[in-house]
């Protein structure tokens, strides 16, 4: 009998660890047993979901452990379960031009203008769609606040009640008013206009999209969210059960 090559499960690259170490800043500074259950999200995100690449595009290690690796980070105080909405996700290389006619800026007028998309995750049940460069970018790059896969699943998260209004279940009806309060102080100061550019004007669009830019925040640059904001920090901070201002 000789040594037995023992085969890890299909799914994780044998040096999970070193490559998350370069592709996402925020893996190094963790500690050791966050970094084992990042691990085992990641694992299950990338093996239990049905990945996709967009035509005349391909797959890498690299692509699928990146992408996995933030969905791990998003719900690391959650469970996995928290993904139960989400079944496929289809890796574009850049940023998608959509040309189809839609709404357009002005009410009850219609425009094909193309439309620039970096991600979406706009239908319960329908999939996560990731351009791929920006994403890469994103991670490690988070001094610049924003995360395509973080926000995409953010969405996910907040469908998880069947309703994209920017509120996620959460527990209590208490926790549920403090959230509404909260969030529609900050949203109005979007819409208005005079809320500086830490949550880029996008966040003022709906709910749902003040949901997830603030969740890009709240992970990118926690320190600045909660100087921004610590009402925002702290809501955001019970809800994903982790306070990354505390780490960075
Ligand atoms: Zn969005």
């Not at 370069?22 to 990945?51: H, N, Y």
């Not at 996620?168 to 309060?181: G, I």
Request: one cysteine or more.
């Amino acid at each position: 009998m000789g040594f037995l090559k023992r085969r890890r499960p299909a799914g994780l690259p044998i040096d999970w660890r070193e490559q998350a170490a370069t592709s996402v800043t925020w893996f190094d500074p963790m500690v050791a047993d966050e970094q084992e259950r990042i691990g085992e999200l990641a694992q299950r995100f990338l093996t239990e979901k049905d990945w996709e690449a967009a035509n005349g595009f391909a797959l890498t290690d690299e692509i699928r452990l990146t992408i996995s690796l933030q969905a791990a980070l998003l719900v690391l105080g959650l469970t996995f379960d928290h993904y139960r909405m989400v079944k496929t996700i289809i890796v574009h290389p850049t940023t998608m031009v959509w040309r189809g006619e839609r709404a357009g800026p002005v009410p009850g007028l219609r425009t094909d203008a193309p439309l620039s998309l970096l991600g979406q995750a706009a239908h319960a049940g329908g999939p996560v769609v990731i351009a791929w460069d920006e994403a890469r970018r994103n991670a490690r790059h988070p001094e610049h606040g924003h995360d395509v896969v973080l926000h995409e699943l953010a969405h996910k998260l907040d469908m998880l009640d069947h309703v994209v209004d920017g509120t996620p279940p959460l527990d209590t009806q208490a926790e549920h008013d403090r959230w509404v309060q909260v969030c529609t102080a900050e949203f109005e100061a979007i819409r208005g206009g005079d809320n500086g550019d830490l949550l880029w004007d996008y966040a003022g669009q709906d709910p749902g999209e003040f949901f997830a830019v603030a969740t890009e925040v709240f992970f990118d640059r926690p320190q600045d969210l909660r100087a921004h904001n610590a009402d925002l920090y702290d809501i955001l901070s019970s809800f994903y059960r982790q306070d990354p201002a505390a780490i960075t």
